[in-house]
């Protein structure tokens, strides 16, 4: 069985990457799909077939940033279907689809002595077809079908319908907004809000994060929250300076509720949700 992973955003978008049985994604050469940016680990998922089940699966192999199949976070095996949509450390977006196979051609039915096809004798020369008509009569029907051919108005060609080739629209980010969100405090005292969208958001120095810390403590990919339908989980990613939930340095997968003060490097925000 074969699959195409298409990506319709990110740094390789438009390219698609053709799978056997089996493939591996990271950012190191020696994976089968192998995506060059930071917030994708050196091996970072596995996608292959299972013989048994008939079913594509994806795994994610300990990645820093995560694999998510349209709003679900992929937490072990989770498996692949016709237009599932991937999102890879947040940074590229793909639409797996099964490879269709060429449908082979029906076999020719063979015919027997009793279904002979017919055939007719073609007609040696045009005055065959005309030998038993009068010459008045021949010339009377060829003045019709002259005047005819000359006052018949051509049918207009009726237009093939247009295929549908647009491809559904992945979400944009204002549509996959988080209930939960940042909240802190400016010099002047002025609280601000920072939104989170559902699945991975990366937080660091680079302008390739979701959000965006210009702050020398905040190394260039500092941590991942992961927003969830009723939990927020942080991951930090081997930062300079930490990432700490309410005082605690996370060194693994973090919950934190709302209410949570989390800090990256000297950077501070309270977890807040929408009522």
Known sequence: MKAKLYCTSGKYEGKTYHIKSEATIGRSGENDIVLDEMVVSNSHARIYFDTGDKQFYIDDLNSRTGIMIGEDFVEERHPLNEGDILTIGNAFEFRFMIAKTAQEPAEAKPSTADEQPR?????ESETDLVADVPSEKLQDRTSEAEEAAQTAKPEKAEKPA???TSEEEPESDEERVSAFYFESTSLDGTEEHHSLITGVNLVGREASNRLILKDGSVSRH???VIAKSNEVIVR???SKNGTYVDGDKVTEDTAA???????FGLVSFTLRRKA
């Not at 055939?119 to 007609?123: F, Q, V």
């Not at 509720?257 to 800090?263: D, H, K, L, Q």
Request: hydrophobic share 40%.
């Open 119 to 123: 055939t007719s004798k073609a007609p």
């Open 162 to 164: 247009k295929a549908d």
């Open 222 to 224: 500092h941590a991942v």
């Open 236 to 238: 930090d990613l081997d």
């Open 257 to 263: 509720s709302e209410g949570a003060r989390i800090m």
